[in-house]
């Protein structure tokens, strides 16, 4: 293989998703770097726009991965492998997520980023749960379903 194709530049603010045959453990590698791409590896998913939600929007991602730390919002790894949340969603809003973050290998984006909706006043929002939840009263011990 020639040294150019396994070069990849990848700009300031992008992601690539990269994957290694040997561990077969996918990883993300993040810009600006001038990655060098080795034989056992292959590039699953090119340079793409790190995402970044605007104040007062939120976004919805599937299959989160789990976090070590849920301040530091460090990946738990294991054996280089990120663990995911399959079947699961999050909501990330902005004032959580105020930097620039890539999705890692598993994870996607439902829709697009979408505004907050704000109830106006004297009018309501009607909610229903999309599954069965347990809620605990802390004075009674009681759990309802």
Known sequence: MDEASSQVRVPPFNYIH???????????????QTFHRHDHEKIIL????????????????????????EKTREPFEKDGQVL??????????????????????????????????????DTALRLFALRNFEEIDEETKKVTI
């Not at 990269?18 to 600006?32: S, Y």
């Not at 090119?46 to 730390?69: D, F, G, L, S, W």
């Not at 959580?96 to 697009?112: H, Y």
Request: glycine fraction near 6%; charged fraction near 20%.
């Open 18 to 32: 990269v994957l290694d045959n040997n561990t077969n453990t996918r990883r993300v590698e993040v810009g600006p």
């Open 46 to 69: 090119q340079a793409t726009k790190m995402h970044v939600i605007p104040p007062y929007c939120y976004c919805i991602i599937e299959n989160p991965y789990i976090r070590v730390n």
């Open 84 to 121: 995911l949340r399959f079947g699961e969603s999050e909501i990330r809003f902005s004032q959580d997520w105020k930097q620039p973050f890539p999705l890692l290998p598993g994870e996607r984006m439902k829709g697009s980023i979408q505004p907050v909706e704000v109830v106006g006043v």
